[in-house]
């Protein structure tokens, strides 16, 4: 299994960035996935959820309405969309099948000015 991100970089507040996940090694139209991020000094954080077949996406509170997830099954590649970026977004963003236990290594989005 293998993920790699890509997409990230610096942007000032309120501009967007669209995240990139490759994913091999694995039948990826069989799972759901999901992005976490990991702001310096703090945890990992789920930011968003989508299921195996692509149709249903789930968010956390802090990025609804901004961000969108989406999930290509013939090219075997996930997406997160981010609008209207917020300091407060700056973090390492990791795509991960987190059922099995499987991240990629993060790409940093930071939101300065």
């Known amino acids: 299994v293998q993920l790699v991100e890509s997409g990230g970089g610096m942007v000032q507040p309120g501009g967007s960035l669209r995240l990139s996940c490759a994913a091999s090694?694995?039948?990826?139209?069989?799972?759901?996935m999901t992005w976490v991020r990991q702001a310096p000094g703090k945890g990992p954080e789920w930011v968003s959820s989508?299921?195996?077949?692509?149709?249903?996406?789930y968010y956390a509170d802090s990025v609804k309405g901004r961000f969108t997830v989406s999930k290509d099954n013939a090219k075997n590649m996930l997406y997160l969309q981010m609008n209207s970026l917020k300091p407060e977004d700056t973090a390492l963003y990791y795509c991960?099948?987190?059922?099995?236990?499987?991240w990629g290594q993060g790409t940093q989005v930071t939101v300065s000015s």
């Open positions: 991960a099948r987190v059922s099995s236990g499987y």
């Open positions: 090694g694995f039948t990826f139209s069989s799972y759901g």
């Open positions: 989508i299921d195996a077949g692509g149709g249903s996406t």
